[in-house]
């Protein structure tokens, strides 16, 4: 079944003030899909960008209305009225990378060509040791500059992806009481995730497009949420059902966060 996301709720910074309702993308008008067979179409990213990808390219083969062509690529001309252009982006591990490669890319003939243009950091990106007011400055900066160089172009704004909650019982209590949890599952990780994602809500929602890739990843078909609980607060998770590694997409997380896109796509005008 395709989805797409209707945001109901997006007032805070971190866990439920931001939640997502799966409703079914076949609710989507026509005329938004031919809309968007119209459109050129910039994607930078790197893993959880490729489980999206390949969730298009999936549901796309059961959907023929959804007439956009997949290709990896970073050549202008490439970039054709009907044309998902996607390539890596930066290096993970280093976000300020990643906010250069864009521009990069788009002041090197991708602004020209493109109607929409985005791209996401990955969950590697970002740890307990980050400053994320200073990363979300960086980034703030960068898409300000762009926008006024290229203003024909829409500057579409993501969410950091999650990872699931950290793992309970003895060993993640041992893990929490000894400062050695599991690495990038250590929920002190994901909550400074959560604390980027909320700049970005603050900032754009209401005012520029947002794919709030962390609410959907959060939100299971039934309207509950994946949560945990970090200093007296509460925090989005990956739903366990979307991956089988905590932080890539599986099968079933790949369409669901790839419904998700393609409905936030069709809806840009």
């Not at 980050?130 to 500057?155: A, C, N």
């Not at 949420?225 to 079933?252: I, M, P, R, W």
Request: hydrophobic content about 35%.
């Amino acid at each position: 079944m395709l989805m797409t996301l209707l945001i109901i709720s997006c007032k805070g910074e971190t866990m439920a003030d931001s939640q997502a309702v799966l409703i079914n993308l076949n609710d989507t008008p026509p005329s938004a899909w031919e809309r968007l067979a119209k459109k050129r179409i910039l994607f930078g990213h790197q893993s959880v960008g490729d489980n999206i990808v390949e969730g298009m390219a999936d549901l796309m083969r059961d959907h023929p209305t959804i007439r956009i062509t997949i290709k990896q690529t970073v050549i202008p001309d490439d970039l054709i009225p009907g044309t998902f252009a996607h390539f890596p982006v930066g290096e993970n591990e280093k976000p300020e990378s990643k906010i250069k490669d864009f521009e990069e890319k788009i002041r090197h003939g991708m602004g020209e060509k493109a109607d929409i243009a985005l791209f996401k950091f990955c969950f590697v990106d970002i740890n307990a040791t980050t400053d994320v007011e200073g990363l979300f400055q960086s980034y703030r900066e960068t898409m300000e500059s762009l926008k006024k160089e290229y203003p024909s172009v829409i500057f579409a704004h993501m969410t950091v992806p999650l990872l699931r909650k950290e793992k309970a019982g003895i060993k993640g209590l041992i893990g929490r009481i000894t400062g050695r949890s599991g690495g990038f599952f250590d929920d002190r990780h994901n909550m400074k995730r959560n604390e980027y994602n909320g700049f970005i809500r603050r900032y754009y929602t209401g005012k520029e497009p947002v794919f709030d890739i962390a609410a959907v990843e959060s939100s299971r078909p039934d309207g509950t949420q994946a949560t945990f609980s970090f200093g007296g607060k509460k925090y989005q998770a990956l739903v366990q059902e979307y991956t089988e590694d905590g932080g890539h997409l599986n099968e079933l997380g790949k369409k669901v966060v790839a419904a998700q896109f393609l409905g936030f796509l069709a809806g840009l005008r």
